[in-house]
């Protein structure tokens, strides 16, 4: 009996031994945000012979290896799109673990960075190096702007941002940093003439910029939505129609901008243009309540009655606190259209 229970200790105590002699590395692979890269990978690789193993990070980044003898490896950790990170020797310590938190650049980041840490001897090797900072900052304070909607506040940032990376392009004496900016201002190009679409006093002066975006995908909705507006600026209604009838083959229907060609036909007193365009919104979505609204005062000043007391009850039933919740209840209770079945 005391052979046997001598047996059964011997693995425990075996394991023990072996963990005594091995460590552990774990860390994070992030982004310059601090976010998790999809498709990163940790390679290491043993410095003494040829030995290495990829691990894969989850997807909150987090790696972790253990069972690694306390030797030197080199560690490469690589992502599409990012900048290699490598690091040698990275010692592996006894019985204990070590941490590598390793945060990978894109090349534009990583050009920037080491500018920037430069200085000014850097930008004065390279006049165009301290316009390439300059710009990729500015555009980098406009995207929260311009994601959350806010043109008017981000146009003045993309402006700058392209007017100064155009000029970093013609300056840049390094060639490969001339072939990193060019499709960085084909995307800064493409939200300029987001911007000015949406929010510029002229409008029409984005259609050069969102026409060339458009050739290089042309199914890009929010560039056809800008397109649709430079259209109303230049009041092309033939250009208008064709941008919108794209649009609606991409997503389908949209009510809004059925919708809002029904307000502008209403506010031209244009009532029959109106009643199809509101009509139409309906069709695509029959619960558009500010459609229902507008339409019930379309059918008003045609004196069809019966179809102001509908639509006017729909808006209530669909709106019963909308803004023009009021105003459909007062109306219903007016006698012309409370007795009318």
């Not at 019985?95 to 840490?117: C, G, S, Y």
Request: net charge neutral.
């Amino acid at each position: 009996m005391r052979r046997l229970a001598l047996a059964l200790m011997l693995p425990a105590i075996c394991l023990s031994v072996h963990a005594e002699q091995t460590g552990r590395i774990s860390g994070k692979v992030l982004n310059k945000e601090g976010k998790p890269i999809p498709g990163s990978k940790v390679n290491l690789k043993r410095v003494d012979r040829n030995w290495s193993k990829d691990l894969i990070p989850d997807k909150n980044g987090n790696f972790l290896q253990v069972g690694l003898e306390p030797k030197d490896f080199t560690m490469t950790v690589t992502a599409e799109g990012y900048v290699t990170y490598t690091e040698s020797p990275v010692k592996i310590p006894l019985a204990d673990v070590i941490v590598k938190n390793i945060t990978l650049l894109t090349p534009a980041e990583a050009r920037t960075q080491a500018l920037t840490a430069g200085g000014q001897q850097a930008s004065s090797e390279d006049p165009g190096a301290s316009l390439d900072i300059a710009g990729r900052d500015a555009f980098n304070s406009a995207i929260p702007l311009y994601n959350e909607g806010k043109y008017e506040e981000a146009l003045p940032l993309v402006d700058k941002a392209f007017k100064t990376l155009t000029e970093a392009k013609d300056k840049l004496k390094d060639d490969q940093a001339k072939a990193d900016l060019a499709p960085e201002l084909l995307k800064i190009e493409r939200v300029l003439g987001i911007c000015i679409a949406q929010a510029g006093s002229k409008k029409e002066e984005a259609e050069p910029y969102l026409l060339k975006a458009l050739e290089r995908n042309p199914k890009d909705e929010r560039v056809i939505l800008g397109l649709i507006e430079t259209s109303k600026a230049k009041a092309d209604k033939a250009a208008e129609q064709k941008y919108t009838t794209l649009l609606e083959t991409l997503q389908g229907p949209n009510p809004d901008l059925i919708y809002n060609k029904g307000v502008e036909a209403f506010n031209a007193g244009k009532t029959k243009e109106a009643k199809a365009h509101l009509t139409k919104a309906l069709e695509v979505d029959p619960k558009y309540a500010e459609a229902h609204f507008l339409l019930a005062m379309v059918e008003f000043g045609e004196n069809n009655l019966k179809g102001t007391k509908h639509n006017l009850q729909k808006y209530v039933e669909l709106a019963p606190n909308g803004k023009n919740a009021a105003t459909a209840k007062d109306m219903l209770k007016d006698p012309s259209l409370k007795n009318i079945k």
